[in-house]
């Protein structure tokens, strides 16, 4: 069971700069609004967008984080514990996302800023990776 447990979390991973803000509770949605406001500005510095780019940037990474919370919340992600098939079908939909939104903003950023982006993703992840190991030791 641990092994699904971090195979979900791995999938979560993937959901990139706003995951963290998608898995908030109603309750919580003005703190995800704050959290989401924190990380595309932490985005902006350090992909150094332009005036430019920063509003285009900031739509389509608005655009993916409601995708994602979106099925975050078809899967009840954190109310109940996914099946193997669940999780498999989760993390393809979150994938698709991901691609999506990098080939928008592939459009947008330079090829050095999408390095970055890659960069920033590549960190996020290894974060989350690191915050499941430890809950499940």
């Known amino acids: ?12 991973a993937l959901s990139g700069i706003t995951a963290g803000p998608a898995f908030a509770q109603e309750r919580d949605l003005e703190t995800a609004r704050q959290a989401l406001t924190e990380r595309l500005e932490y985005a902006r510095e350090r992909l150094q967008l332009t005036d430019e780019q920063a509003p285009q940037v900031e739509a389509i990474l ?5 995708k994602r919370r979106a099925v975050l919340e078809k899967y009840r992600i954190g109310e109940s514990r996914l099946s193997p098939r669940q999780a498999r079908t989760l993390k393809g939909e979150l994938e698709a996302i991901r691609k999506d939104t990098r080939a928008a903003l592939a459009k947008v950023l330079t090829p050095q800023q999408l390095e970055e982006y890659d960069r920033i993703q590549s960190e996020l ?9 430890q809950r499940h030791f």
């Open 1 to 12: 069971m641990k092994k699904w447990r971090s195979a979900a979390a791995l999938v979560i």
């Open 62 to 66: 608005r655009k993916s984080a409601e």
């Open 125 to 133: 992840r290894a974060e989350v990776r690191a915050a499941a190991r």
